[in-house]
């Protein structure tokens, strides 16, 4: 198996395992901020666990992290906190749509903080996608899920806001980042949780999610970027769009409405049509250079 098979099957991996953390938020059948608390927790435990045997002592790492360690760990505290919020207050296929945004937030952000010029084709696919998540909220207009779409797109913003302070702070350790998060997260939720909130099934459940799901996915995700090129990677991990929505109608009966799939239609078209076209681009472009290196 060479380099970019192995990747294609850690991403894989990684999109089956990520599109199951709605699922899992489901199964337990905790309620409000009570999943939010275990999911920091047991990630903040898996993730020092993880940095520790990868990367050496914690404290020279955390002191190297400084203050943008703080600000990114608490910027995924929102993403992870609205998530698992989000989840429960609306549809699996609304929330995964509308985080499927966040290559094209990731762009305006890019744009704004470091200066990054917005390609065409970006610009595009970024009308496209809004048009598609106005779609989506009109719809839960009527059903009853605004405040879980509102709660995806808070979400979507924090996670394209920390792909920008990873890109300009490269050195931050992104295992640490995420146990970080998990601080955050607990942090955020514990002040809205009453130990009668939990049941051991449910702890159960968010501890399988919370210390081997979540990060293993996240992790393996993070190892196939360095094996394939980065547009592979989002069309690839696109996929848990498809999954998760699928579990979950086979298990709870939740079928999206047409707005969702109208919505998102134009999302997943933006969102697959934009790194398929990149790729094509490059190859385009390598095949129009090799008679002038010959």
Same mark, same amino acid.
């Given at each position: 198996?060479?380099?970019?098979?192995?990747?294609?099957?850690?991403?894989?991996?990684?999109?089956?395992?990520?599109?199951?953390?709605? +699922? =899992?938020?489901?199964? #337990?059948?905790?309620?409000?901020?009570?999943?939010?608390?275990? %999911?920091?927790?047991?990630?903040?435990?898996?993730?020092?666990?993880?940095?520790?045997?990868?990367?050496?002592?914690? $404290?020279? $790492?955390?002191?190297?992290?400084?203050?943008?360690?703080?600000?990114?760990?608490?910027?995924?505290?929102?993403?992870?906190?609205? %998530?698992?919020?989000?989840?429960?207050?609306?549809?699996?296929?609304?929330?995964?749509?509308?985080?499927?945004? #966040?290559? =094209?937030?990731?762009? *305006?952000?890019?744009?704004? =903080? !470091?200066?990054?010029?917005?390609?065409?084709?970006?610009?595009?696919?970024?009308?496209?996608?809004?048009?598609?998540?106005?779609?989506?909220?009109?719809?839960? $207009?009527?059903?009853?899920?605004?405040?879980?779409?509102?709660?995806?797109?808070?979400?979507?913003?924090?996670?394209?806001?920390?792909?920008?302070?990873?890109?300009?702070?490269?050195?931050?350790?992104? #295992? !640490?980042?995420?146990?970080?998060?998990?601080?955050? *997260?607990?942090? %955020?939720?514990?002040?809205?949780?009453?130990?009668?909130?939990?049941?051991?099934?449910?702890?159960?459940?968010?501890?399988?999610?919370? !210390?081997?799901?979540?990060?293993?996915?996240?992790? $393996?995700?993070?190892?196939?970027?360095?094996?394939?090129?980065?547009?592979?990677?989002?069309?690839?991990?696109?996929?848990?769009? +498809?999954?998760?929505?699928?579990? +979950?109608?086979?298990?709870?009966?939740? +079928?999206?409405?047409?707005?969702? =799939?109208?919505?998102?239609? !134009?999302?997943?078209?933006?969102?697959?049509?934009?790194?398929?076209?990149?790729?094509?681009?490059?190859?385009?472009?390598?095949?129009?250079?090799?008679?002038?290196?010959?």
């Amino acid at each position: 198996m060479n380099y970019h098979e192995k990747g294609l099957s850690y991403l894989l991996i990684a999109a089956a395992l990520m599109s199951m953390d709605s +699922v =899992f938020i489901r199964l #337990s059948g905790l309620q409000d901020f009570a999943p939010s608390l275990l %999911f920091g927790v047991f990630s903040l435990i898996s993730m020092l666990a993880v940095t520790r045997w990868r990367e050496g002592k914690l $404290l020279p $790492l955390i002191k190297t992290g400084g203050i943008m360690l703080v600000i990114s760990g608490a910027i995924m505290g929102i993403s992870g906190t609205t %998530f698992t919020l989000a989840v429960q207050k609306t549809t699996v296929a609304n929330v995964l749509l509308i985080s499927s945004l #966040s290559p =094209f937030f990731s762009a *305006i952000f890019s744009w704004v =903080f !470091l200066r990054e010029r917005i390609k065409l084709q970006t610009l595009a696919a970024i009308i496209l996608s809004i048009f598609g998540m106005y779609i989506i909220v009109r719809g839960s $207009l009527q059903s009853g899920g605004l405040v879980g779409d509102m709660l995806a797109i808070l979400c979507v913003i924090a996670v394209s806001l920390n792909f920008v302070v990873w890109r300009k702070y490269s050195h931050l350790s992104r #295992s !640490l980042v995420v146990g970080a998060g998990g601080f955050f *997260i607990a942090l %955020f939720s514990v002040g809205f949780v009453q130990p009668s909130d939990y049941d051991i099934g449910g702890v159960l459940i968010m501890m399988i999610m919370g !210390l081997l799901s979540a990060p293993v996915g996240r992790m $393996l995700m993070a190892t196939a970027t360095r094996l394939i090129p980065a547009p592979e990677v989002s069309l690839m991990s696109q996929i848990k769009i +498809v999954i998760a929505p699928m579990v +979950v109608w086979a298990i709870f009966g939740e +079928v999206p409405s047409q707005a969702t =799939f109208i919505g998102g239609s !134009l999302i997943l078209l933006a969102a697959l049509g934009h790194p398929l076209l990149t790729i094509l681009m490059k190859r385009k472009s390598r095949l129009n250079e090799e008679p002038a290196t010959t």
